[in-house]
T-cell receptor, first 113, second 114 residues
Framework: SQQGEEDPQALSIQEGENATMNCSYK?????LQWYRQNSGRGLVHLIL?????REKHSGRLRVTLDTSKKSSSLLITASRAADTASYFC?????????????FGQGTRLTINP | DAGITQSPRHKVTETGTPVTLRCHQT?????MYWYRQDPGHGLRLIHY???????DKGEVSDGYSVSRSKTEDFLLTLESATSSQTSVYFC?????????????FGPGTRLTVL
């Protein structure tokens, strides 16, 4: 099973609505990051939240982290067509004795005009 | 984009041929990574480097080798390409002192092995 798993796998909403994506993980982490990937492009870093933080904001993005539940959520408020992309969480965790940044499989977000 | 370029951007090759992908950075960062991205598997780490001539294996390293003779270049080689290595390959760098720090990605190389 995956260290980081996003939910849902796909999400389709109307422009202007809020979009919420979730990420669950299995091991203790130092930080959790969210990335965006537009079709055919590389991943772009959005936000990093450390294990001792519970919430972080960046523009229309709000990230929460619940280490007791080993989960995080990414909220995009007032969505725009340009937010259409895949969103990945990545956890900084110790896997098999080595520090790694492990990516989930992503949530594909579609914003309908 | 942290000054990361990848070459080639697209390549079609035949099974059994060697292939080398190049990642180049302009900002002298210590850590560099190679990932592959496949539907249903997300992004998986192949190899990474923490300095010149210092490399380590990732999650899916079988069939791949890497070299880093200069800080700015990280090469990924498929010694004998197989169809299962058809994928999109991404290079990344991290700007901090740890593998777990924020990573910045190149534009990707789409490799097709026939």
């Amino acid at each position: 099973s995956q260290q980081g798993e996003e939910d849902p796998q796909a999400l389709s909403i109307q422009e202007g609505e809020n979009a919420t994506m979730n990420c669950s993980y299995k091991t203790s982490i130092n930080n959790l990051q969210w990335y965006r990937q537009n079709s055919g492009r590389g991943l772009v870093h959005l936000i990093l939240i450390r294990s001792n933080e519970r919430e972080k904001h960046s523009g229309r993005l709000r990230v929460t982290l619940d280490t007791s539940k080993k989960s995080s959520s990414l909220l995009i408020t007032a969505s725009r067509a340009a937010d259409t992309a895949s969103y990945f969480c990545a956890t900084d965790a110790r896997i098999q004795g080595a520090q790694k940044l492990v990516f989930g499989q992503g949530t594909r977000l579609t914003i309908n005009p | 984009d942290a000054g990361i370029t990848q070459s080639p951007r697209h390549k079609v090759t035949e099974t059994g041929t060697p292939v080398t992908l190049r990642c180049h950075q302009t900002e002298n960062h210590r850590y560099m990574y190679w990932y592959r991205q496949d539907p249903g598997h997300g992004l998986r780490l192949i190899h990474y480097s923490y300095g010149v001539k210092d490399t380590d294996k990732g999650e899916v390293s079988d069939g791949y080798s890497v070299s880093r003779s200069k800080t700015e270049d990280f090469l990924l080689t498929l010694e004998s390409a197989t169809s299962s290595q058809t994928s999109v390959y991404f290079c990344a760098i991290s700007v901090g002192r740890s593998v777990g720090d924020t990573q910045y990605f190149g534009p990707g190389t789409r490799l097709t092995v026939l």
